[in-house]
């Protein structure tokens, strides 16, 4: 069933039994080749900050493109052309207008120097980083070498080697990639997607019955997340 989504609005949000105050859970769907879940992950960060209120943040797994090679020949406007069936002036725009989005909350794009690729194996990784205590480290690592250092994320190589600079274990990482160990758990997420009815992301599930869609203002966030504090609170 999907979450109810935040519409800016007071309803859709059922109370919490209980009067203990916890942090609450906020699970986001994303994937690392999506620009709007970068921004969106800064917007989200924001709106906790205007909050005020304790989040534990867990990532899920999505692949907006399964079926894009590890090594693409072309550029981002190529294949934004191809996927989306328009002119390369169009895909063009998209890519300015992102740009201009992203530089808005402190983040420098370089659409020039991006390896679009295939994140299934990032998917993966960050499954490993999860279960070795830095999940949260590892998807900014992983969104920054992507958007803005130029680094091919689609090869097991290089996400090892970005596994070590979050102070995970390299060689383990590499085994980790190697054996597909947590593709199940990449499928997992995936399934539990279709189950919310998430077509695009980010999507983010707040104390697993609220649903935000999208990069959305920082005000919502802070919004939503106050709204459920106090509901749990009561």
Not at 65 to 83: E, M, N
Not at 98 to 124: F, K, P, R, W
Not at 183 to 193: I, P, R, T
């Amino acid at each position: 069933m999907t979450p109810p989504r935040h519409d800016g609005t007071n309803d859709g949000v059922g109370c919490a039994e209980g009067g203990v105050t916890t942090a609450i859970k906020v699970d986001i769907w994303s994937d690392v080749q999506c620009p709007w879940c970068y921004i969106g992950k800064r917007k989200f960060e924001q709106g906790v900050e205007q909050s005020g209120v304790e989040v534990e943040v867990e990532y899920h797994s999505f692949e907006l493109a399964p079926d894009t090679p590890v090594d693409f020949v072309g550029t981002p406007v190529d294949y934004l052309s191809a996927r989306y069936r328009t002119s390369r002036e169009e895909a063009q725009a998209m890519v300015d207008r992102v740009v201009g989005v992203a530089a808005e909350v402190g983040l420098a794009y370089d659409y020039d120097h991006i390896h679009q690729t295939n994140t299934v194996l990032v998917h993966e990784l960050l499954h490993f980083a999860k279960a070795n205590g830095r999940q949260l480290e590892l998807k900014e690592r992983l969104l920054r070498a992507y958007f803005i250092e130029g680094r091919h994320v689609g090869r097991a190589d290089e996400l090892a080697d970005l596994a070590a600079e979050v102070g995970l274990d390299r060689d383990q990482a590499a085994a980790a990639l190697a054996d597909h160990r947590f593709l199940a758990d990449v499928k997992a997420d995936m399934a539990q997607a279709t189950a919310y009815g998430i077509t695009g992301v980010p999507f983010y599930v707040i104390d697993g019955r609220y649903g935000v869609s999208g990069a959305q203002d920082a005000a919502i966030f802070a919004q939503a997340l106050t709204q459920v504090a106090a509901e749990k609170a009561a």
